[in-house]
C-alpha cells in the first residue's frame, strides 16, 4: 500500500471512529432555521406620520414590506372611522389582527365594540395597560382582570379574543408583589390571552425569556422591540441587549402568532421602521 492510500484508508478509519464515539444526539441533522413569513407594525411606532396623513402613511408601512398593522382605537385611529380605516387597508393589501384599545371600552359599549372589531377583520383586542387612578393597588389589579374575564366571555362568543398587554411599570412591585403578575394569575387561558412586549419587560427589570418559558401558553401576540444597556430607552432591532433570536426561537406555533416591530423613541420613525422590518425580515431563529 503506498502513502496516499494508507492516508486515505486511516483518515476515513479515523472518523468513522469519532462518528461512533459522537452521542446520538450529535448525529441527527440540524433543526432547520426559520423566519417570520408575516412581519407586523406597531402604529404607535409611526404616530406623527399617522397623525398628519394616515392613508399615505400606511402605503408607505406596506412599501416598506409590512403585512400587517396593529390599529391604535386607543388614539381614535388618528381621526379615521372603522369603513375609512378598512377602506385604506384593503387598498393597500394591509391586515390588521389587532387593536390597541382604552381599558375603559371593556366596561363601555363592548357589543359595538366586537361588531366594530370584526369588521376591520380582527382577531385582537389589547387592552396594553391601565389607568393610573386605578391600578395603585394589587385588589386594583384583580379587578381589571375580572374585568377582561368578563369582556373575555363575550368577546370568544363573538370568535375574538382579548388580550393584555405589559408596559415597563407593570414590573414595579406593590407591597412586595410584582403587579403583572398578579394579572397573569387573574386572568383566565380560556378567555384572555397576553401580548407579550419583551422590550417592555426588559425596560421594567423582567426576563422575556424567563417568562415566555413561565408562560408560553399565554402569549399569543408579540412587540418585538429593542433596549439600550441600561434598560432606559428602546433602540433598533439588533442594536441593543435582548436576545430577538432567542425569544422568536423559544415561541410555539410562530406562524399563528402576530408578531409586530415597535420602536417608539426613533428620531426618525419612518426611517427606523424600515431598517427594523429589513432586520427582521433576514433573521434566522
Not at 131 to 148: F, I, K, N, Q
Not at 199 to 223: A, C, E, I
Not at 237 to 265: F, H, N, S, W
Amino acid at each position: 500500500m503506498n502513502r496516499r492510500h494508507f492516508l486515505s484508508h486511516t483518515s476515513a478509519a479515523l472518523l468513522g471512529a469519532a462518528a461512533l464515539a459522537r452521542p446520538a444526539q450529535a448525529l441527527r441533522p440540524a433543526m432547520p432555521s426559520r423566519r417570520l413569513d408575516r412581519i407586523g407594525l406597531e402604529l404607535y411606532s409611526v404616530r406623527d406620520a399617522m397623525q398628519r396623513d394616515p392613508e399615505r402613511t400606511l402605503a408607505a408601512v406596506r412599501s416598506m414590506g409590512y403585512v400587517d398593522v396593529e390599529l391604535l382605537w386607543s388614539m381614535g385611529n388618528f381621526g379615521r372611522t372603522p369603513k375609512q380605516v378598512k377602506i385604506t387597508l384593503d387598498a393597500e393589501g394591509l391586515r390588521a389582527p389587532s387593536a390597541h384599545i382604552d381599558p375603559r371600552l371593556l366596561t363601555g359599549d363592548w357589543d359595538r365594540a366586537l361588531d366594530d372589531a370584526r369588521f376591520l377583520g380582527h382577531e385582537y383586542l389589547i387592552v396594553p395597560s391601565l389607568p393610573r387612578e386605578s391600578s395603585a393597588t394589587l385588589d386594583d389589579w384583580r379587578v381589571w382582570g375580572d374585568r377582561l374575564n368578563a369582556a373575555g366571555e363575550k368577546a370568544r362568543g363573538a370568535g375574538l379574543w382579548v388580550a393584555f398587554h405589559n408596559e415597563p411599570h407593570h414590573m414595579q412591585p406593590i407591597d412586595g408583589v410584582v403587579p403583572y403578575d398578579v394579572m397573569l394569575e387573574r386572568t383566565t387561558p380560556a378567555l384572555v390571552r397576553h401580548q407579550l412586549d419583551v422590550g417592555n419587560l426588559t425596560m421594567g427589570g423582567g426576563d422575556p425569556v424567563l417568562y415566555l418559558s413561565k408562560h408560553h401558553d399565554r402569549y399569543w401576540s408579540f412587540h418585538i422591540k429593542d433596549v439600550v444597556p441600561d434598560r432606559s430607552r428602546d433602540t433598533g432591532l439588533g442594536e441593543g441587549t435582548v436576545e430577538l433570536r432567542r425569544i422568536l426561537a423559544m415561541v410555539r406555533d410562530i406562524e399563528r402568532k402576530p408578531c409586530y416591530v415597535e420602536q417608539e423613541g426613533s428620531a426618525d420613525p419612518m426611517a427606523s421602521a424600515k431598517l427594523d422590518f429589513d432586520y427582521l425580515k433576514a433573521l434566522e431563529f
